[in-house]
């Protein structure tokens, strides 16, 4: 998903150093003043921020900010594609791309969980939108799952991969919503995150997820199967070509 921009009252800088094939992600710290508010619109939460940064110290902090961003996570396969994307990007731009917590929800759906763009500086970011994980989390925690906190982790770990395969390949429009680079980037984030996730590490999906892994299954790895498309489009389809409104 394409991003917008509003204010967070903290943020995590991710540098990437490309020397040769070796990537360096060096981590910085955070920055507790708020950020100015943002000429873009968005959808307002009603969770304070006490209760969204309680939230992120205490189930995203570790696997985010330590582990997915430095290439740290116990799984191999998507430390390597995140390498290789922020690798991308940082050819792509000349500047290390940028992680931000937003507190509110994004423009296009409260479902939005995260979403990549280019920021006022010209460099890639990628945005988490905090109240929309929260609620996620509400609803994995209640539901019938044994093993809900594994499918927390991998909802998280697919939402964050699937925001790096769109900064690392932008569409020309990063304020439209574009059902066409939805489906190349759900395409890439199947072949390289969901399925290591699913069939080497047996970890349970949430459902948007597991709609989308059983389409790609069934379409047997074919992005242009109908079967495929139809999955795509039954998420993005009403919302495909919908543009960011001005605030």
């Not at 967070?8 to 040769?20: A, Q």
């Not at 690392?168 to 199947?190: F, H, L, N, Q, V």
């Amino acid at each position: 998903m394409k991003k917008q921009k509003t204010k967070f009252p903290f943020r995590i800088i991710i540098l990437t150093i490309v020397m040769g094939a070796v990537v360096s992600i060096l981590f910085a710290t955070f920055d507790g003043r708020p950020k100015t508010a943002s000429s873009m619109a968005s959808i307002p939460t009603d969770y304070s921020d006490a209760d969204l940064h309680s939230f992120w110290d205490t189930h995203m902090k570790t696997l985010v900010a330590d582990q997915w961003s430095k290439a740290k996570l116990p799984y191999p396969e998507l430390n390597s594609r995140y390498t290789q994307l922020a690798t991308q990007v940082y050819q792509r731009y000349g500047k290390p791309f940028d992680v931000e917590l937003v507190t509110s929800y994004h423009w296009a759906s409260k479902r939005v969980g995260a979403a990549a763009g280019i920021n006022t500086n010209g460099a890639a970011d990628v945005s988490f939108f905090i109240s929309a994980f929260l609620d996620s989390y509400k609803e994995i925690q209640t539901s019938t799952v044994p093993e809900w906190p594994r499918m927390w982790e991998s909802h998280v770990l697919i939402i964050a991969m699937h925001e790096m395969e769109h900064a690392a390949y932008p569409s020309k429009d990063t304020k439209a919503i574009d059902a066409e680079e939805e489906s190349r980037a759900w395409t890439e984030t199947m072949r390289y995150t969901v399925v290591p996730l699913v069939e080497t590490y047996k970890m349970p999906l949430a459902p948007t997820e597991l709609k989308f892994y059983l389409a790609w299954k069934a379409s047997q790895g074919n992005a242009e199967s109908p079967i495929w498309k139809q999955s795509i489009m039954s998420s993005y389809g009403a919302i495909d070509g919908r543009k960011m409104p001005e605030k």
